[in-house]
C-alpha cells in the first residue's frame, strides 16, 4: 500500500504542473451555460446534502437558528469540496493536491450560493422559525436553492472563462 501512495504523490506533480500549464497557455477557456450549468449543479449537489444535513441535525438538536445555519453553512462547504476531491482523487491525485483542487475550484462558486440561498431563507416570512415538519420551509428551502442556482450560473460561466473555478477541476478530468 505504501508503493501506492509513493505512486500517487509522483502523480501530484504531474496533474499539478498539468493543470497550471493547462490555465497559463490557454488564456480564455471554454465557458458555455452548459458548462457553467453544470459547474452550478455540482456545487448544489454538495450544498443541498450539507445544507439539509446541517437543518435536520441543527433542530433535532435544538439549537439556535443562527447556529443551525452556520453547521448548514459548514456541512454544504464540506460536502461540496467532498464530492469535487471525489471526482479529482479518481484521476489519480493524492488528497492534498485533490483539496487543493476543490478550493479553487468551488469556493467562489458555494460562498455565493450559501450567500442567496440563506439570504433567500432569512428573507421568506417565517421559513426560519417554520420547522421540518413545515412545508413552507421546505418549500422556501428548494425556491432558495432555485434562486441561488440562477444567481451563481453567470458566476460559474465568468469564472471558468477565466481559468478559474470548475475550469481548475476540469484539467484533472482528462
Partial sequence: MQHQHEHHDHHDGQHEHRASGHAEHGGAHSA????????????????????????????WLGLHPVATIALAIALAFFFGYALSMR????????????LKV????????????EIVDNGVMV?????????????????????????????????????????????????YHH
Fill in 102 to 113: 476543490a478550493l479553487a475550484a468551488d469556493t467562489i462558486s458555494i460562498t455565493v450560493m
Fill in 123 to 171: 428573507v421568506v416570512p417565517g421559513a426560519m422559525s417554520a420547522g421540518l415538519a413545515s412545508v413552507l420551509f421546505w418549500g422556501a428551502l428548494a425556491f432558495a436553492f432555485l434562486v441561488a442556482f440562477v444567481v451563481t450560473v453567470p458566476v460559474n460561466k465568468w469564472l471558468i472563462g477565466k481559468g478559474r473555478g470548475h475550469a481548475v477541476a476540469h484539467a
Fill in 87 to 98: 471526482g479529482v482523487m479518481r484521476a489519480g491525485v493524492g488528497f492534498r493536491q485533490a
Fill in 32 to 59: 458555455t451555460w452548459g458548462s457553467a450549468a453544470s459547474a452550478t449543479l455540482h456545487c448544489l449537489t454538495g450544498c443541498a446534502i450539507g445544507e439539509v444535513l446541517g437543518m435536520v441535525i441543527g433542530t
